[in-house]
């Protein structure tokens, strides 16, 4: 059944699987599904034996870029994207977070001059030794843990 | 523009023994006519009468002439200037900015706007590397080295922006930190976490007491009433932060006290008589070390 739904029904677009349950919502956000006019289906707390729960999103007739995936990894590292045509997997891609992430992530600090000037955010990604994935605001030098960021 | 210092971080280990072999050579002389011709501005978005004067004097030894404002209810910003057009305009004038704000990363901003290199003298909580770089010239002075010192940091290391950055600039030269403070002014985890990644020992320590018998710089800082939720808990622990005379006994000879100043009451008036209390010096120590960073951003040779 859960295999059906991922694949199946999809002729052409974009499945993305592996999100995190909590973080479905955020990658609608990422890719402005909201006023997607085609085919959308969306499945949130699937069982899966990998992570335990997990969400998946289904695209008719869109297909994503790198530059998207690598926003997605931002709040679904594990991701795995499949491109999808005629019915077939021709291609398979893992997210990754790139070493810098201009304007989509919003700086949580009131005080930092992209919150209060015309300035678009940038973002460090930094990855320490105990595996936490911090994005370093350029400007104001915070950190912030990347599962907080909040996207524009 | 890449001869700007907006952060200590934009500065690697060779850059900073540089500014300070440069304030050394401005110590030994400090009226030169390296800045004759040139223009700095200084712009104080937010006021700071101790900084703005050290790097007004560090220009006027030098024989510059200055500009600016010393704080923003008299510039063209209180009529609604953006930041940006305040910064392009002043660049026309002025061949370096100095430039102090209350919104963090100013200065960063300013600094890609224009080609004028700009210098950062206060970002809000975030940067204020000549700060960091009189404290270096200060520890390098005293000590005669800045290698393999034994360092306890004492006071608000929560939000003491001087202390963070001085961590980061003195890892290059293998320190061994003692951090002591309340426990609702601990040192953030993620500067634990950096001298965890780069083999940097520190301990922690929540009294201040007997504990720095083989300090080489005690550093203290202001332990402020408007950082503490509970007031209770701030008259409890203001006292027990406060840095007597007696308290000296059984420290190095070579020790020395330092302080960003202004102090509040965390170092005892008997202390400034000691020849171990380096603070005054320290804030003198500034007007060289700001000699050197306006020359090597301006590219001059002396
Ligand atoms: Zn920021």
Redesign the interface.
């Given at each position: 059944m859960e295999k059906e739904l991922k694949v199946a029904a999809l002729r052409n677009g974009t499945v993305i699987d592996h999100i995190p349950a909590g973080q479905v919502f955020k990658v609608v956000d990422i890719l402005h599904l909201h006023h997607y006019e085609n085919q959308i289906t969306i499945g949130n707390n699937l069982d899966s034996k990998k992570m335990g729960s997990k969400g998946i999103i289904k695209i008719s007739d869109r297909y994503i870029d790198e530059a998207e995936a690598n926003k997605i990894a931002l709040v679904a590292p594990e991701a795995k994207i499949n491109i999808i045509r005629n019915y077939e997997v021709v291609e398979k891609r893992y997210v990754t977070l790139p070493q810098e992430i201009r304007e989509i992530v919003h700086c949580p600090?009131p005080?930092?001059?992209?919150n209060?000037?015309p300035?678009r955010t940038v973002f460090h990604v930094k990855k320490?030794?105990?595996g936490q994935i911090l994005l370093h605001?350029?400007?104001?030098?915070?950190?912030l843990k990347c599962e907080n960021a909040k996207i524009n | 523009m890449k001869n700007s210092l907006v952060?200590i971080s934009d500065y690697g280990k060779d850059e900073i023994l540089e500014i300070l072999d440069l304030a050394a050579h401005f110590e030994a002389n400090p009226n030169q006519k390296v800045l004759e011709g040139k223009v700095i501005a200084t712009l104080f978005f937010e006021p700071s009468t101790r900084t703005r004067l050290s790097f007004e004097t560090a220009v006027n030894r030098l024989g510059g002439r200055v500009i600016g404002f010393s704080d923003a209810a008299t510039s063209s910003s209180s009529k609604g200037e953006?930041?940006?057009d305040t910064i392009k305009i002043v660049s026309n004038y002025a061949d370096v900015i100095v430039m102090r704000h209350?919104?963090?990363?100013?200065a960063?901003?300013a600094s890609e706007i224009t080609d004028t290199p700009i210098v950062n003298a206060g970002?809000?909580?975030?940067?204020h590397p000549s700060q960091t770089l009189l404290d270096l010239y200060s520890i390098r002075k005293t000590q005669g080295t800045l290698e393999n010192l034994d360092l306890t940091m004492v006071g608000d290391l929560k939000y003491g922006r001087t202390v963070h950055s001085l961590i980061h600039a003195m890892y290059h030269f293998h320190p061994t930190f003692h951090f002591i403070a309340p426990d609702e002014l601990k040192m953030p985890e993620?500067y634990k976490?950096f001298c965890?990644?780069h083999n940097i020992p520190y301990t922690e320590d929540a009294i201040l007491e007997g504990n720095f018998s083989k300090t080489d710089i005690l550093y203290m800082t202001r332990v402020q009433k408007e950082r503490f939720q509970d007031l209770m808990e701030y008259e409890r622990v203001k006292d027990v932060y406060c840095l007597h005379r007696d308290m000296l006994e059984g420290t190095k000879d070579t020790m020395r006290i330092l302080h960003p100043l202004p102090r509040v009451n965390e170092i005892d008036m008997d202390v400034d008589t000691s020849e171990k209390a380096y603070y005054f010096q320290q804030a003198q120590n500034g007007l060289y070390v700001r000699q050197a960073i306006l020359t090597k951003v301006l590219g001059l040779s002396i």
């Open positions: 600090n005080k930092c001059i992209t209060n000037d300035v320490q030794a105990n605001c350029h400007y104001c030098e915070k950190d | 952060s953006s930041l940006n209350y919104i963090e990363g100013a960063r901003y970002d809000g909580s975030n940067q993620e976490l965890k990644e």
